[in-house]
C-alpha cells in the first residue's frame, strides 16, 4: 500500500474534511441541548438527509447488494418494506414527536422523552428505556465497525486487527468533538456521496456487461430464477423483510433528527427529499447486486473475492471497473454509509448515559460544561465496547444489524407510535410496552420460532400490551392536557 495509492488519498481527503466539519460543530457547541440535539436547529435538507443518512449503514453497499447477488430480486423485499416503513414513520411520527417532545420538558433523548410524556418519579421508565438502548446500539455500533473493517481490509490489505480501528477512529473523532451538529452535517455530505455512488455504479457496471437486453440475458443464463420476486420465499420469508419497516417507528438515531428539525414546517418538506433519496439509493443498491450477477459470470476471473464473500460486489465492482482515483470517492461512500450511522449511534448511546443515567441520578446539579464533557467521554466508552464485539472476523453485517433493528422497533416502535396519536396511553402501558418488545425479541430470536423475524411478534405482542395494559388505568389530567396542547400546535403548524 503505497503512498500515491488514490483510493488511500482520497481516503484520507474524505476522512479529514468530516474531522474538519467536526471542530466546526465545536465551536457551535456550548451546551447538552446542543451536543445531543444541535439545539434543535436544523432545516428540512439537513433533517432529511441525516434521517435517512443515519438510517441506511454499511448494509445499504455491503448487506444488501450481497444478498441480491446471490439470491437475486426475491431479496428486494426488504427494500419494498424499508420504504413503506419509513414513509409512515415521517407521516405520523415525525411532527407529531418534534412537538410532543418540547411540550414534554424540551425532552432531549427517548427515554427524557418517556420520563416527561407519562410523568414517571420513579425513573423506571427512563432507566429500563436508556438500558435498551445502550443494549440494542452497542450491538449495532458494532455492525458499523465490522462494516468499515472490512472495507479497510479489502482495499487496503490490512489485517481485521488494525482495520477494525482504522474504520472507527475518524466517526469517534468527529463524534467527540462535535456532537450532534458535527453529526447532522456530516450525514448531509456522505448522503450525497451515497447516492452519487449508487446511481453511478449500476450505470458502469450495464455499460460494462453490454447495455440493458445484454445484462438481462446474462442474468437469465446463470439462474433464470434470478428475476422471480418469488424464489425461494414463502409467505413468512416475505412478511419478514418485509417486516423490517416496522423498525422504523423505534430507531432513537432516526427519531432524534425528528426532534431536532428547526420545526414542523420543515417536516414535510424533509418527508420529501428524504424518501426520494431513499428510494433512488435502494433502488441503486439492488442494481448494483443485480447487475453483477452478469458482470461477475461474464469475468469468472475477478469474481474470487465475490466468490468469498459476496458482500464485498459493490467493492469489488468500484475497484475493477473505474479510474483509482474515482473508485476511492465511491469506496468512500461506504465509508459514509458506515460513519453517518455509527456516529449517530455512539451520540445517542452517549445522550442516554449522560441525560438519562449521570444527570438524572448522579449529578443533578452538573454545569453545561460539565455534561457535555461527560457526554465526550461516553461516546469513547461505547466505541470501545462496540469495537471489542466486532473483534470476531466472522461477524456478518446484516445479521448484526437485524438483530439490533428487532430489537429498537419493537422495543420502542409501537411505544412512539402510540404515544403520540393516543392521550390515553398510560405509564405503565409504556413500561409494558418496552418490557414484552424487547423480551419478545430476544426469546423468538432464541428459538427461531416459525422462521418469522422477531420485530413482527415483538411488534404486534407490545402494542397488545400497551392498549391494554393503559386500559387498566388512567392517564392524569396533566398529560392529557400536555398532549392536546402539542397536537393542537401540529395542527396549526404542520
Not at 223 to 250: E, Q
Not at 408 to 419: E, N, W
Amino acid at each position: 500500500m503505497s503512498a500515491s495509492n488514490p483510493t488511500l488519498i482520497t481516503f484520507v481527503i474524505y476522512i479529514a474534511a468530516m474531522v474538519l466539519i467536526g471542530f466546526m460543530a465545536y465551536r457551535s457547541t456550548n451546551n447538552l441541548s446542543d451536543y445531543i440535539l444541535g439545539g434543535r436547529s436544523l432545516g428540512s435538507v439537513v433533517t432529511a438527509l441525516s434521517a435517512g443518512a443515519s438510517d441506511m449503514s454499511g448494509w445499504l453497499l455491503m448487506g444488501l447488494p450481497g444478498a441480491i447477488y446471490m439470491s437475486g430480486l426475491s431479496e428486494s423485499w426488504i427494500a419494498i418494506g424499508l420504504i413503506v416503513g419509513a414513509y409512515l414513520n415521517w407521516l405520523f411520527v415525525a411532527g407529531r414527536l418534534r412537538v410532543q417532545t418540547e411540550h414534554n420538558g424540551d425532552a432531549l433523548t427517548l427515554p427524557d422523552y418517556f420520563s416527561s410524556r407519562f410523568e414517571d418519579k420513579s425513573g423506571l421508565l427512563r432507566i429500563i428505556s436508556a438500558v435498551v438502548i445502550l443494549v440494542f446500539f452497542t450491538i449495532y455500533c458494532a455492525s458499523g465497525i465490522v462494516a468499515g473493517a472490512r472495507l479497510f481490509e479489502s482495499t487496503f490489505g490490512m489485517s481485521y486487527e488494525t482495520a477494525l480501528w482504522a474504520g472507527a477512529a475518524a466517526t469517534i473523532a468527529y463524534t467527540f468533538v462535535g456532537g450532534f451538529l458535527a453529526v447532522s452535517w456530516t450525514d448531509t455530505v456522505q448522503a450525497t456521496l451515497m447516492i452519487f455512488a449508487l446511481l453511478l455504479t449500476p450505470i458502469i457496471v450495464l455499460l460494462a456487461t453490454g447495455g440493458v437486453d445484454t445484462t438481462f440475458l446474462a442474468i437469465e443464463a446463470q439462474d433464470p430464477s434470478n428475476f422471480d420476486m418469488l424464489k425461494g420465499t414463502t409467505f413468512i420469508g416475505i412478511i419478514s423483510l418485509m417486516g423490517w419497516g416496522l423498525g422504523y417507528f423505534g430507531q432513537p438515531h432516526i427519531l432524534a433528527r425528528f426532534m431536532a428539525a428547526d420545526s414542523v414546517k420543515s417536516i414535510a418538506n424533509a418527508r420529501r427529499i428524504s424518501m426520494t433519496w431513499m428510494i433512488l439509493c435502494l433502488g441503486g443498491t439492488v442494481a448494483v447486486g443485480f447487475f453483477g450477477i452478469a458482470y461477475f459470470s461474464a469475468h469468472p476471473e475477478v469474481a474470487g473475492p465475490v466468490t468469498e464473500n459476496h458482500e464485498r460486489v459493490f467493492i469489488e465492482l468500484a475497484k475493477i471497473l473505474f479510474n483509482p482515483w474515482i473508485a476511492g470517492v465511491l469506496l468512500s461512500a461506504i465509508l459514509a454509509a458506515v460513519m453517518s450511522t455509527l456516529s449517530c449511534q455512539l451520540l445517542v448511546c452517549s445522550s442516554a448515559l449522560t441525560e438519562d443515567f449521570y444527570k438524572a441520578f448522579l449529578r443533578k446539579s452538573a454545569s453545561q460544561v460539565e455534561l457535555v464533557w461527560v457526554g465526550r467521554a461516553m461516546v469513547l466508552l461505547v466505541a470501545l465496547v462496540a469495537i471489542a464485539l466486532a473483534a470476531n472476523p466472522d461477524n456478518r453485517v446484516l445479521g448484526l444489524v437485524s438483530y439490533a433493528w428487532a430489537g429498537f422497533g419493537a422495543a420502542f416502535g409501537p411505544v412512539v407510535l402510540i404515544s403520540v396519536i393516543w392521550k390515553k396511553m398510560t405509564r405503565d402501558g409504556a413500561l409494558a410496552g418496552i418490557l414484552v418488545g424487547a423480551i419478545t425479541v430476544i426469546v423468538w430470536k432464541h428459538f427461531e420460532l416459525l422462521g418469522l423475524y422477531e420485530i413482527i411478534p415483538g411488534f404486534i405482542f407490545a402494542s397488545l400490551a400497551i392498549y391494554l395494559v393503559s386500559l387498566m388505568g388512567q392517564p392524569s389530567a396533566g398529560m392529557v392536557q400536555r398532549f392536546e396542547a402539542a397536537e393542537k400546535d401540529f395542527h396549526l403548524n404542520k
